[in-house]
Structures are given as C-alpha cells and as structure tokens.
C-alpha cells in the first residue's frame, strides 16, 4: 500500500473552510457535480495527489496535461475541491482518505463534505433523484437536520467516503456524506442535479446556478462516457454490489 503524495502548486488559506471530496461513484454523480462547480465558479487548481497505486495517465485539458487527481481552490467561497477523474484501486482509498483528513486539519478547515451516488434500479423520470446524508458527528449530524437534508439510517458506504466517514468519528472531525441516488450503468447528470442541489442547500454561501447544469445534462453525460471508454484500457474494472451502499 502506497503513500499518498499531496503536490502543491499554490498554497490557501482554509481556516474554517470545507473540503468538498468528489472521487468516482455510482453514475458518476460526483464527478459531475465536481467538474460543473469548477466550470462556473471562479476556482484555480492548487494541489495534485500522486502515488505508486493510482493509475498511470495524463488527463489533457485545453492542450495541458493534468495529473487525474487535483485540488482546486475556491479563495471566494473558502472551500477547496478535491476531485478524481479516474477510479482507484481498492488499496489506494484507505491512504487516499488519511492524504485528504491530513490536508484538511492541516489547513484549518472546519469539514470534509464527500460526494456520492447510490445505486437505483429506477428509471430516469420527471422527478428529482432522491438524496440523502450521513454525518460523522453530531455536530455534523445536527447540520444536516437544520439544513433539511434526510439522512440514511441504516446502510454500507465503501471506498474513500466510508474511510472518510469512519475517520471523523474516530478523529471528532465532521464529515457531512451527500449520496444521491443514480443509474449505476451510465453516467447520470439528472442525479448530478439534486447532489449539487443538496451541497447548495448544505453550504448556502456557494449561491450555484443550477439552470445551465440542468440544459447541458445530456451533454455532460456523453462526455463522460467517452472519458470512461478511453480509460478502459488503463483502469481495470472493480465493480460496486448494487448492495453496498443501502
């Protein structure tokens, strides 16, 4: 199991921030939701992770190449975003999750809030995907009830986020988990729409215009899939029980 190597590129001040942690889920929800928040609010990447375990490629982007796994840096908002295009290896989320709570206390900040999608058998509908939170704390927990989010009673939560959530029990650090629910076939943007929605509500002073994220739903779904076609050859397949996270 290989150490987690943060890079950074500029240095920010975090000191009660958030970290908001978008690593590849259900329908993709969370990447969505991550490359949407980067595309629209003013934001500058500040940090790369790297390791022996994380896959070997180069994300290319207006001609630049890009390490899959960036921090981003949202000085207006106070909140750092820390997104990864490709999945990772089972044994490299345990280490990626202590990289990321280092980073974060290290900065000060006040919470990590990681992104997630929950697998549905439902067909796409009018309605608005149902959406869900766990928090690590009752502080966190308490957050979530003021601000209106239903939280998940019973269920398992895997990878990086379930690291995440066990951490800040352990540590009394607060992790506010937003899961909502998503097609686990194909990459869901209709879903990406209520987990952006419930980080809106979760952290008001991000003031995210939905409008333009709900008209390019199916653009973004078809760049994203061809993203997972080209990474194919490079990242093996570890696919996720439909059980695993309810």
Wanted: some cysteine; glycine content about 6%; proline content about 9%.
């Amino acid at each position: 199991m290989a150490e987690v190597e943060i890079r950074t590129f500029h240095d920010m001040d975090l000191k009660g921030g958030t970290v908001v942690a978008a690593f590849p889920s259900v329908g993709l929800v969370s990447t969505i939701t991550a490359t949407y928040l980067i595309s629209t609010l003013e934001s500058d990447q500040v940090c790369a992770l790297e390791s022996e375990d994380f896959p070997s490629l180069s994300m290319i982007y207006a001609m630049k190449p890009k390490f899959p796994a960036r921090v981003y840096g949202f000085r207006k908002h106070n909140l750092a975003l820390f997104i990864c295009e490709v999945p990772l290896p089972t044994r490299a989320h345990r280490p990626t999750a202590h990289a990321l709570l280092r980073w974060a206390q290290s900065h000060g900040c006040r919470q990590i809030v990681p992104l997630e999608g929950l697998p549905t058998e439902a067909a796409a509908g009018p309605s608005e995907p149902r959406l869900w939170g766990v928090g690590s704390t009752d502080r966190a927990r308490a957050e979530l009830e003021k601000r209106g989010i239903p939280q998940l009673e019973t269920g398992m939560i895997a990878g990086v986020t379930g690291v995440l959530l066990n951490e800040g029990r352990w540590r009394g650090f607060d992790v506010i988990a937003l899961l909502a629910e998503a097609r686990p076939d194909w990459p869901d943007a209709h879903a990406a729409v209520a987990l952006t929605r419930g980080l809106d509500t979760l952290l008001p002073e991000l003031e995210v215009d939905l409008a333009p994220l709900q008209e390019q739903a199916k653009s973004l779904e078809s760049h994203l899939q061809r993203l997972k076609k080209q990474a194919k050859p490079v990242v093996p397949p570890e696919p996720v029980p439909a059980d695993m996270y309810r």
